[in-house]
């Protein structure tokens, strides 16, 4: 069970099997509704009545974003994918120079402001479950790992939810 803790572990500390992005129910119902919309020709319908409702104007917009949001997709943990958002992570970077496992390894963890760009999302649980990794190794980490967004009501929802088992 811990190799899959250490793998599912990005270095930052977030739990990747709690990502929206990774893996997820919520992409695969966007593809399906994509899929299901392109074969009904919803396009056309949407034109026909925007002349009735003017917010199907913005269809076309809708599909764009549900596009988007399908090209958030990722299949490969942080660690196994080498980064989880196609961007220069500065922890992963950090991470790798240093050789370190995780942020978890580090002196500088409390008072590193890499972290900084993952507030909006995580707020401070990033860094709360590398002091929880250094104080108490990965041993029931699953049970322990903090909310992995800042709206989660409670510890490891996305997990329970996953279509991961
Ligand atoms: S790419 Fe960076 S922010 Fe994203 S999970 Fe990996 S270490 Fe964390
Ligand atoms: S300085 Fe330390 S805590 Fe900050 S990103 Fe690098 S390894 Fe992680």
């Known amino acids: 069970m811990n190799k899959l803790l250490i793998e599912m572990t990005a270095y930052c500390g977030l739990f990747c099997r709690d990502c929206l992005r990774y893996e997820s129910e919520v992409i695969d119902k966007a593809k399906s509704l994509l899929s299901a919309l392109e074969e009904r020709k919803f396009d056309q319908y949407a034109e026909a009545k925007m002349q009735f409702d003017s ?77 929880d990794l250094r104080n108490n190794g990965f041993d029931n980490f699953d049970l322990r790992k903090r909310a992995f967004y800042v709206w989660d009501e409670r510890p490891g929802m996305n997990y329970k939810n996953s279509k991961k088992p």
């Open 55 to 131: 917010s199907f104007e913005d269809y076309p917009l809708f599909i764009v974003l549900l596009k988007k949001i399908i090209a958030l997709e990722c299949k490969k943990s942080c660690r196994q994918g080498g980064g989880c958002s196609a961007f220069d992570c500065p922890i992963l970077k950090c991470c790798l120079e240093k050789q370190y496992e995780g942020c978890w390894q580090c002196e500088r963890l409390t008072d590193c402001d890499k972290f900084d760009f993952l507030k909006p999302f995580h707020g401070e649980n990033p860094q709360k479950n590398c002091i």
